[in-house]
């Protein structure tokens, strides 16, 4: 934890976006405030940047056996999302979906066309479920594409803009 605590800090150094002063302090904030929702052990973040607005997203392997995604806004320190990382076939999300995987993934490329690095499904906090895609573009971003499993809609898109730790 101490080895990520400090890549976390070298973070707001090294990016500009997340490093002005209003924004200081603030990532130890919002790994405390993802920490107290869901106890455990934070094994990545990325600094992101969500309709305009940085945002630090936390995976949590949470103590009680339970992955977890917790975004938080980088310049009030406050969560904003969290998400339970789970498997495709997880009863929960497999009888609620009525798009697959490779339709969510055509409709993800289509909007931010490249290679998919990885793929996860989820349930939201409201009990709604997605698929979530990284794509690295051609330009050499990455961008997170989340897709509504049930209706196949885009339901939201964040440019990464560093990651620390697993993934």
Same mark, same amino acid.
């Given at each position: 934890?101490?080895?990520? @605590?400090? *890549?976390?800090?070298?973070?707001?150094?090294?990016? &500009?976006?997340?490093? *002005?002063?209003?924004?200081?302090?603030?990532?130890?904030?919002?790994?405390?405030?993802?920490?107290?929702?869901? &106890?455990?052990?934070?094994?990545?973040?990325?600094?992101? +940047?969500?309709?305009?607005? &940085?945002?630090?997203?936390?995976? +949590?392997?949470?103590?009680?056996?339970?992955?977890?995604?917790?975004?938080?806004?980088?310049?009030?320190?406050?969560?904003?999302?969290?998400?339970?990382?789970?498997? %495709?076939?997880?009863?929960?999300? *497999? @009888?609620?979906?009525?798009?697959?995987?490779?339709?969510?993934?055509?409709?993800?490329?289509?909007?931010? &066309?490249?290679?998919? %690095?990885?793929?996860?499904?989820? %349930?939201?906090?409201?009990?709604? +479920? @997605?698929?979530?895609?990284?794509?690295?573009?051609?330009?050499?971003?990455?961008?997170?594409?989340?897709?509504? *499993?049930?209706?196949?809609?885009?339901?939201?898109?964040?440019?990464? %803009?560093?990651?620390?730790?697993?993934?």
């Amino acid at each position: 934890m101490k080895k990520i @605590s400090l *890549a976390l800090a070298a973070l707001l150094v090294t990016l &500009p976006a997340f490093a *002005a002063p209003a924004h200081k302090g603030e990532m130890e904030s919002c790994m405390k405030a993802a920490l107290a929702k869901h &106890p455990g052990d934070v094994i990545s973040l990325e600094a992101e +940047i969500e309709n305009g607005k &940085p945002i630090y997203e936390f995976d +949590i392997k949470g103590k009680d056996g339970k992955e977890w995604e917790v975004e938080c806004d980088a310049k009030t320190g406050k969560v904003t999302e969290e998400e339970e990382e789970i498997d %495709i076939k997880d009863p929960r999300f *497999a @009888s609620k979906a009525k798009i697959t995987l490779d339709q969510a993934k055509k409709t993800a490329l289509a909007a931010h &066309p490249g290679d998919v %690095i990885e793929s996860e499904t989820s %349930i939201e906090a409201d009990g709604s +479920i @997605s698929y979530e895609f990284d794509i690295k573009t051609k330009d050499g971003k990455e961008w997170e594409v989340e897709v509504d *499993a049930v209706t196949g809609k885009i339901v939201e898109t964040e440019e990464e %803009i560093y990651q620390i730790g697993l993934d």
